[in-house]
């Protein structure tokens, strides 16, 4: 199902998901394990975190077993199909093992290339951007299309995406407005934005040198 969803080129490729884990949870009165769809903690997860972080090594709310534990060469290849799944740390913890989309790779001179919104958190840095610009803009549908309002219009796109950029969902970012009719009735906002990526993995290196040498 995920290969065929992998294929799909569309708009709403980045914006799939698909979560392998059965989660379990305690029931209130019995204090029993009931084992359900782990979308569900994976969506309530992700509704409280900001945008700029990502659901990456993120413990899930009020989930207590899971139904597979899988090796970790498994959750590799399962992360490498587009698959988010879950793992256990430290013995107790569930958290994700990757925030992944079904955004299908791009084919460039021979070589596949993730798409730009492989990772959730990249998606969601870019809706936040589109967000802030269409709230920013909102005021000034059906006022008139002047200069002052254009500067103002402007001013009030740079404020909004300066926020965002203060709070560390992005990095840098440039845009500019153009009226795209020739009744000037219409204006398009051409936005450029440096998401704040995610660290994915952290790699210790030790080195062992003789002794001698912090003795001399």
Known sequence: YVDELAKLDTEISPYLQVVVSEVGVILPVTNAVQYVNGATA?????CTL?????????????????RFDFSLRQLSRLTSKKFVTFR???????????????APSILLGGVNRDSDFARVSTLRIA?????????????????????PEYNALNTAIKSALETIREAGAITG????????????????VILEI???????????????????E???
Do not use: C, H, W
């Open 194 to 212: 440096v998401p704040a990526f995610e660290l994915r993995r952290v790699q210790v290196q030790v080195n062992l040198s003789p002794s001698d």
């Open 173 to 188: 970012y440039k845009f500019s407005v153009a009226n795209v009719t020739s009744r000037m009735d219409e204006a398009t």
């Open 88 to 102: 256990i740390k430290d013995g107790t913890s569930l958290v994700v093992t990757d925030g992944v989309t079904t």
């Open 42 to 46: 994976y969506a309530a997860l992700l």
């Open 50 to 66: 900001p945008k700029q972080s990502a659901p990456t090594n993120k413990k899930l709310p009020g989930v207590k077993a899971i």
């Open 214 to 216: 912090y003795l001399a």
């Open 127 to 147: 809706q936040l951007a589109i967000t802030v610009v269409r709230e920013a803009v909102d005021p000034f549908i059906g006022e008139a299309n002047g200069m």
